[in-house]
């Protein structure tokens, strides 16, 4: 069969091919230290898995309408309006099949043939590609200390510039953008009618910082935002596929002609645990955030004592990422290789910085257990000096 020129183009996640690998030698009994999750290792909470027990029961388990159930989109105006300061209606959210969906049909929705979309570097490994789907063309955008230099941006734009996307807390780096820095970008948005795709799915997994959105700033620069967000990250639900979009009614309506014709609705079931999930006690979001907080500094100073690497200190997120460049010898060409040795000859797996458009790094997960991290870190260490001497 001859493959369409639009499937060969597309570049398969590096992400993805790297945690399968992990995977297979943890079946083969491989004592595997996986630093590659871009998940979090705690169980769904126990209420969540019980209000989609009674959906299930109650027979809620038919069709819904496309763009989500009332009572969850309800929720999340309500979420949006209590925590994010951002006024919405029903009809101005989609729920999705996990925020990688949201982003998806909100792309294809804003982006034409030759469209210039900004994409800050370093970038989570999907927008590209779905940009290259929609027949628009990345422009990549060189940041500093892993944030948007408002006047680099300005100079970026162009007269086919559409899009932007901004990503805080952000993955890869779990940088997370201050007030003042947002008000700057939105700014420059406004004055260049310049859209904006905001993805918020680590919102709640912030340390030091304080998360703000920047359709908050200003009713203009609102109408110019789609945010994206879900359940995945915050509530430990990455399985359970909800997602979901907030922007003006007209772009809302267009991704759900969109979703229409790709899945239809999300899980009816999984829709419930969303809804119990941001509606009932919220407890074990702060627990689960404590214990991240814990993690990251323990990898910070486990990190510290390694020579000739240097991670950047994460505000957000549940990642590391980690300059090794200085390690590229003896056969290592770049993350990629490092990343296959790391994994070959320490058992550690982590995830190339190549995947997220900076070969100089490598992205390491501490969403797992300390003792997991303190194993990891040993190897690490001992990998390092090994190929540094």
């Not at 004592?305 to 997120?317: D, M, Q, V």
């Not at 501490?366 to 990998?383: C, P, V």
Request: aromatic content about 8%.
């Amino acid at each position: 069969m001859k493959i369409s020129t639009l499937a060969k183009n597309i570049a398969p996640s590096v992400t993805l091919s790297i945690t399968a690998k992990a995977k297979e030698m943890k079946k083969q009994g491989v004592d595997v230290v996986s630093f590659a999750a871009g998940e979090p290792d705690f169980d769904t909470p126990l209420f969540i898995k019980e209000a989609a027990k009674k959906a299930i029961d109650e027979g809620f388990t038919k069709y819904t309408a496309t763009s989500g159930i009332l009572e969850l989109k309800e929720a999340i105006v309500k979420k949006l309006f209590e925590e994010n300061n951002l006024k919405y209606t029903p009809k101005e959210i989609l729920v999705t099949n996990g925020a990688k969906q949201a982003l998806f049909n909100i792309i294809m929705t804003l982006v034409d043939k030759d469209d210039e979309v900004i994409v800050p570097v370093p970038y989570w490994v999907s927008y590209v590609e779905m940009i290259k789907m929609a027949q628009g063309k990345p422009v990549f955008l060189k940041t500093k200390d892993f944030i948007i230099d408002s006047d680099l941006l300005e100079k970026t734009i162009t007269k086919k510039t559409k899009l932007l996307i901004l990503n805080s807390p952000n993955n890869p780096t779990g940088a997370v953008y201050d007030e003042k820095i947002l008000e700057k970008i939105a700014k420059i948005c406004v004055k260049h009618n310049l859209l904006v795709i905001s993805d918020e799915i680590y919102e709640k997994l912030v340390y030091d910082k304080k998360h703000v959105s920047i359709a908050s700033l200003s009713e203009k620069i609102k109408n110019l935002t789609v945010v994206i967000n879900g359940v995945s990250k915050t509530y430990a639900m990455t399985g359970w596929r909800i997602g979901y979009a907030a922007g003006p009614e007209e772009v809302i309506k267009a991704a759900t002609k969109i979703q229409d014709h790709s899945t239809s609705n999300p899980s009816s079931i999984s829709q419930k645990a969303a809804l119990a999930a941001l509606t009932l006690e919220q407890s074990t979001v702060a627990k689960m955030v404590l214990e991240y907080k814990k993690r990251r500094d323990f990898m910070m100073s486990g990190l510290s004592l390694i020579k000739n690497i240097y991670p950047f200190y994460p505000h957000g997120a549940f990642y590391v990422f980690v300059n090794v460049k200085k390690l590229y010898q003896k056969g290592i060409k770049n993350s990629v290789d490092f990343c296959q040795r790391l994994l070959d000859e320490a058992y550690v797996a982590a995830i190339p910085g190549v995947a997220f458009g900076d070969d100089s790094y490598i992205r390491l997960s501490f969403a797992t257990d300390i003792q997991s991290i303190k194993k990891g870190l040993e190897r690490l260490k001992n990998f390092c000096e090994r190929i540094g001497n």
